[in-house]
């Protein structure tokens, strides 16, 4: 059963959430509209997406970022929406080599940031050379399973696939603005190779 919607979430802490909307978001919404042409375009999946960012306020100790907050949250929210958070901590736990995580209608991903301040073409140029491709490895996950396919294709068949990415040298797929395919010199999205996958 599809859920409901993609959500993708952007997780700041409470005193950086302003700032980091400012800089980032023109990005992280643009990102959410390509993953919904590239759900469509490479997995036949057409649901609705939509983009928000998430201040977290400093709790107590079990009110603390961690994937377990992430999780409570995402049920919190509804289970039948797939919540994607892009969030400033790596996970405990993962058996994904992407610094990220991933179960029934979840996933997260360690969102990095320049070290130093960037000016916006040059922080944008490092989101999707850092971050893209590990959005599109954690969806690929989900998608490939609401597409019915079995363990062995939608987590074994992803990974080898990343590992021929990252260790092998396989390009992976750009993107312009406008979706459409580029050269590695200039794009605005990045994703794994997803033909490969379908």
Not at 59 to 82: I, Q
């Amino acid at each position: 059963m599809l859920p409901d919607k993609l959500f993708f979430i952007y997780v700041a802490r409470n005193e950086e959430w302003q700032r980091l909307q400012a800089e980032d978001w023109e990005y992280v919404s643009a990102m959410a509209r390509f993953y919904h042409w590239w759900a469509k375009r490479f997995f036949g999946i057409d649901i609705p997406v939509e983009a928000d960012i998430l201040p977290i306020v400093p709790g107590k100790l079990f009110d603390r970022m961690s994937l377990a907050y992430l999780l409570r949250d995402h049920e919190d929210r509804g289970k039948y929406t797939y919540h994607f958070y892009l969030a400033y901590f790596k996970p405990f736990f993962t058996d994904c080599n992407t610094e990220g995580y991933t179960t029934e209608n979840f996933g997260m991903i360690f969102w990095r940031r320049p070290k130093e301040p960037e000016a916006e073409p040059k922080r944008f140029a490092y989101f999707a050379q850092e971050n893209c491709p590990k959005v599109s490895h954690v969806l690929a996950h989900e998608l490939l399973r609401l597409n019915g396919k079995k363990r062995d294709v939608y987590v074994t068949k992803v990974h080898k696939l990343w590992t021929q990415h990252v260790e092998k040298g396989r390009p992976f797929l750009h993107f312009d603005s406008q979706f459409k395919r580029t050269g590695s010199e200039s794009f605005k999205f990045a994703t794994l190779d997803a033909s490969e996958l379908v």
